[in-house]
């Protein structure tokens, strides 16, 4: 049972991790809180759904609802979340409005998306990858994807943060966006692309979420909700923060489901979360904001 | 517009319902050292801000060796012209070099071999270390060396030597000088200390957004109205 | 404003709200007992939220909490009244509960995410301990005592008038006073408050203790009014609706939250819109309205019948 716990906990912290990168990027790059990250997920995972259903190829599922999802963050974050912010100066009353508009995208997105694919549930029918004995237990292609892939975007970022003049450009920006400017760094083309690699992030979170589990209009929001959560208990901006956090969440989710089970599960893990953030305001792993 | 590297022509910036900068006529030639000086408020760093693309210009002309820059992005203008903001000029939790390697368009090999550790050897010691555990005159220094590297014809310094020592001043801005000499460069300086006169050429001096007084500064030095108004000195 | 058109929109105002019953239909008079709880909602939010600058999201949780007690408490004790105050008095602790919380992490993101961890606790809770809440069926709560007396709508109704009008007197009351400013003050800018010599500490600890009562109340009036509680009003939605309220309405003038009541929730209410697309609507109208008209559409509609003081743009409104 240990082993069942460990690979599901590794599974779920895989999926909770792709899920709150996407914040945690964009609030650590650029400062913006961007609640419509979850829907922004959610679109492209319905958009990969229908296409799924009307008998398109795989690959070309897949290529349209990322492209869906990269092409509406871009969009929101030129034509919502860049206006809000400079609208009142910037800073935390700029990161207030922020809040406020992509919430309000929040409760948008899924009367659009009824409205659209007319339906407020989808199932994910993806071609099976096969089940794969580790540890005596049985693990799934699905949930090995989510480790492999998490796992992945948590050392490729910090290997091109560390060592290319690109990240180091990008750490300049979450640092001095106004002097990165004067150097000559195209800071809103950085925010743009960070926009792109977030919902592609979010896309992919949601897409095996729904493959795991299921989707429905309301996963949107819980997405956004989780994904904050688990960026501002692992120190707002911080991807090692999320990482540990996403662990954390993976294993008492999977620890409670085993031994209680039922919605109980979901109490104590929140319960876990409120208490990190009461003992660690700042989060887990706090992160250098400067301007 | 005649032969200057930087010039400025009725340059006119409204901020909201508020006129910031009227009619400014301002111009640089190459290798000048130029100041400009006054009280708080009056526009030194909403001028600079503009010259870079900050802020939308109303009316006027800037030019760089006679071409318009006016609607240019700020990107493209930092590749003939390098601003060291008043403020926040470094990026406080990256190292000295690679403060230094983003700056310039190169390799951090190329980097640690410019000329700038020379003139500043002190930051050669501090090379690995992040650029706020550096004393505020190692920092001013390191972001004098940011503006060096872009290789750029024009600096445009803005209080450089704001909340400095009178010391580090005084060695700040016999640096800037040798910058200027050495390499060619010129450079518009803001400033509140009257050791600027100095160092630089000619002095303009702004008040309520606009050009009140100008000339060389070796006769303005000595100005009534500069050293009463402008340099809080007894009259 | 002149006083004469004051007085004049006061008694028209008055007159609806008594005339109602007897002229409308018992839905009309449910539509209008529905947006006055609601308009209690936003107010009691818009001071804490906008005006006191308390990121405070947990509204559905005190809301919510406050219903159940009084309900299942209603079931022993067959007074709806002294469960209506012990209600509004456990929200009163929720606000202190709050306050100690804000304290203690000191960050509105910090606190605005603990406040919606607490939204989804609080629901889990509710689904889960089905024994006590009847879990996602819901509670069916007894209405205003004696219910031979309140059971039907026009009755329920004035109780609810009465109660929400006489509420929104109070806090309207409680704003205009001298710790209503201090209290605008410290929202807008706690460090100038403090350098002023204001104990903000002091007046952040009585929002909590005055504010959170009035949403507990709403909460109360809402499950004895409707004769039903359940999980699936208090959810994050409710919370955010209500802060867009204020938003929609304007969140510097106090008829902000309640012409944003109106628009946000009457009008959908009116039209029988289903949820989804009542959120979609608030969720569009307060991005389009803040980007527009960043003074809400009490001052804009203030300015264009001369009602209020001049435009008030996006960054006074951020304060």
């Known amino acids: 049972m240990v082993y069942d716990i460990l690979i599901t906990a590794l599974s779920l912290a895989g999926i909770y991790f792709l899920i709150s990168f996407g914040v945690t990027l964009l609030y650590g790059v650029g400062g913006f809180p961007n609640l419509a990250i979850g829907p922004i997920g959610l679109t492209g995972a319905y958009i990969t759904c229908s296409a799924l259903r009307a008998n398109i190829h795989v690959p070309g599922c897949l290529f349209l609802g990322l492209g869906g999802a990269m092409l509406m963050g871009v969009f929101i974050q030129k034509f919502v979340v860049e206006p809000l912010f400079n609208s009142v100066g910037g800073g935390d009353r700029g990161r207030i409005f922020v809040i406020y508009g992509t919430f309000g995208l929040c409760l948008l997105v899924p009367a659009i998306l009824q409205n659209v694919f007319k339906t407020t549930m989808m ?89 795991i589990f299921s989707l429905e209009l309301g996963s949107g929001t819980m997405f956004t909700l989780y994904g904050f959560m688990i960026s501002v208990m692992g120190g707002l901006g911080s991807i090692y923060g999320a990482f540990l956090v996403s662990i954390l969440l993976g294993l008492s989710t999977s620890a409670t489901s085993f031994l209680i089970g039922g919605v109980f599960e979901h109490i104590i893990t929140t319960l876990i979360l409120i208490l990190v953030l009461i003992f660690a305001p700042r989060g887990l792993v706090p992160t250098k904001r400067e301007v | 517009m005649g032969d200057f590297l930087l010039e400025m022509r009725d340059l006119t910036v409204l901020r909201g319902d508020v006129w910031v900068l009227r009619d400014i006529d301002l111009n640089i030639k190459r290798g000048e050292v130029v100041a400009l000086i006054g009280p708080n408020g009056a526009g030194k760093t909403t001028l600079f801000e503009t010259v870079m693309g900050i802020h939308k210009i109303i009316k006027g002309e800037i030019r760089i060796e006679g071409t318009s820059i006016r609607g240019m992005e700020t990107e493209k203008i930092s590749r003939r012209i390098s601003m060291i903001p008043q403020e926040f000029a470094t990026f406080p939790f990256l190292t000295v070099l690679e403060n230094l390697w983003i700056s310039q368009n190169s390799s951090r090999r190329k980097v640690m071999a410019d000329e700038i550790f020379k003139i500043f050897p002190a930051l050669q010691e501090k090379i690995h270390q992040e650029a706020n555990t550096l004393s505020g005159g190692q920092r001013q220094m390191l972001a004098l060396g940011m503006g060096l590297v872009r290789k750029c014809d024009i600096l445009l310094l803005d209080e450089p030597t704001l909340g400095l020592s009178p010391l580090m001043t005084q060695r700040i801005l016999s640096a800037i000088k040798e910058i200027s000499a050495r390499f060619k460069l010129s450079v518009l300086i803001s400033e509140q200390t009257p050791l600027v006169l100095n160092i630089s050429d000619r002095v303009y001096v702004l008040e309520g957004g606009q050009i009140r007084i100008q000339g060389a500064s070796q006769e303005l030095k000595t100005d009534e109205r500069i050293r009463k108004v402008y340099l809080g000195m007894a009259v | 404003m002149s006083n004469r058109m004051k007085w004049t929109l006061g008694i028209l105002v008055a007159a609806f709200l008594w005339l109602t019953p007897f002229l409308f239909s018992d839905f009309i008079n449910y539509l209008v007992a529905s947006l006055l709880i609601n308009m209690l909602f936003a107010t009691a939010t818009w001071a804490i939220f906008h005006q006191a600058g308390q990121a405070l999201f947990a509204i559905a949780v005190i809301g919510g909490i406050s219903g159940y007690v009084s309900a299942m408490l209603n079931e022993t004790i067959n007074n709806t009244w002294m469960t209506m105050a012990i209600a509004v008095a456990v929200s009163c602790g929720m606000g202190m509960f709050f306050y100690m919380v804000a304290v203690r992490v000191r960050g509105h993101i910090q606190f605005a995410t603990l406040n919606l961890a607490f939204i989804f606790v609080f629901r889990y809770f509710l689904v889960a301990f089905t024994n006590v809440t009847k879990g996602i069926d819901g509670i069916k709560v007894k209405y205003f005592t004696p219910e031979t007396l309140f059971s039907t709508i026009p009755s329920r109704y004035w109780v609810v008038m009465l109660i929400t009008v006489g509420s929104l007197a109070l806090i309207y009351w409680i704003m205009k006073s001298r710790f209503g400013k201090i209290i605008t003050l410290i929202g807008r800018n706690t460090d100038l408050a403090a350098s002023v010599g204001i104990n903000t500490q002091k007046y952040l600890i009585y929002s909590y203790l005055i504010f959170p009562p009035f949403i507990g109340l709403a909460g109360v009036l809402y499950s004895h009014f409707l004769g039903f509680i359940s999980p699936d009003t208090w959810n994050p939605d409710l919370s955010l609706i209500m802060i867009f309220c204020s938003l929609i309405g304007g969140t510097t003038l106090f008829a902000g939250p309640i012409v944003g009541a109106i628009i946000a929730t009457g009008i959908p209410l009116y039209f029988d819109v289903t949820a989804e697309f009542r959120f979609g609507i608030v969720g569009i109208l307060a991005i389009l309205i803040f980007v527009f008209k960043p003074e809400g559409m009490a001052g804009f509609l203030g300015r264009l019948f001369r009602f209020s003081a001049p435009k008030i743009t996006r960054k006074e409104v951020a304060g």
Request: charged content about 10%; aromatic content about 10%; glycine content about 12%.
């Open chain 1, 123 to 211: 199932n994910v029918r993806m071609p099976s990858l096969g089940a794969y004995k580790i540890l005596h237990t049985s693990i799934t292609g699905y949930q090995l994807l989510s480790i492999g892939i998490a796992l992945a975007l948590f050392v490729v970022p910090h290997f091109f943060l560390t060592r290319t003049k690109g990240g180091t450009k990008v750490r300049g920006v979450t640092q001095n966006a106004f002097l990165s400017r004067l150097i000559g760094v195209k800071v809103l083309r950085i925010y743009a692309v960070t926009a792109g690699v977030a919902a592609a992030t979010a896309y992919i979170g949601a897409l095996l979420w729904g493959e």
